[in-house]
């Protein structure tokens, strides 16, 4: 079964200043893999996913990640943040052959400051 | 469309009590799952349902049921809750019938619940 590992509980950063939220996986099949943003009191929305292809992905709100299948990461990056980025980052894996569910890492608390 | 709605939003219980938390989503998807969060942990699979009329014990099925009443709506059933069981819990869509197809899911706002 595929798991995933979030490196980081938290990350604070100050606006306009870069970041890089990490995730690496584990799996012995190929596999998708996704970003999700959770606002507080609200449902996860998706950000961005990587299916096949191309190995850098972009997604909303100026996000983006790169797959690298020799590394088993899937790094989000946004070259400047806002307060509004302020939230808690999910980082997912799906996939495999008759394999219905999808695993999650334990999350990444962005706090964006003025 | 509403996408992905869960009721209550709220909810305490007593150790003992039971419960049902239904969700219902309008876009004809055909998997929904249960989901529960706690700090630190993410979120952990606890039911799915690949299609109408099946279901599947995810990560963490103990001290649960499910119902998929039909394609749009899937509850989640505790008999006799615990402090144990004191989550968020969350439902979610995806159109995929199989997972050789891309599994993006649709999540709806969550249902806070207090077991005392």
């Known amino acids: 079964a595929q798991s995933v590992t979030q490196l980081d509980s938290q990350v604070p950063v100050f606006e306009e200043a870069p970041v890089e939220l990490r995730c690496n996986y584990s799996s012995s099949v190929s596999v998708y893999l996704f970003w999700y943003v959770q606002y507080p009191n609200q449902g996860l929305q998706l950000l961005l996913k990587y299916l096949s292809g191309s190995t850098l992905v972009k997604g909303i709100n100026g996000f983006e990640a790169e797959f690298n299948k020799s590394q088993t990461s899937f790094h989000l990056r946004k070259p400047s943040v806002h307060i509004s980025d302020t939230a808690e980052y999910f980082c997912?894996?799906?996939?495999?052959?008759?394999?219905?569910?999808?695993?999650f890492g334990a999350g990444t608390r962005l706090t964006v400051k003025p | 469309n509403a996408g992905v709605t869960q009721t209550p939003k709220f909810q305490v219980l007593k150790t003992g009590q039971s419960m049902t938390l239904q969700c219902a989503q309008d876009m004809n998807h055909n998997s929904m799952y249960w989901y529960r969060q706690d700090p630190g942990m993410g979120l952990r699979l606890i039911y799915y349902s690949a299609s109408e009329g099946t279901t599947d014990k995810g990560e963490v099925p103990n001290g649960y049921n499910v119902s998929r009443l039909n394609k749009r709506e899937f509850s989640l059933r505790l008999e006799s809750a615990a402090p144990s069981q004191t989550s968020v819990y969350f439902c979610a869509s995806s159109e995929a019938l199989r997972v050789t197809l891309y599994n993006e899911q649709f999540f709806g706002p969550g249902t806070r619940l207090t077991v005392l």
């Open positions: 997912a894996v799906s996939g495999g052959y008759n394999n219905n569910d999808m695993r």
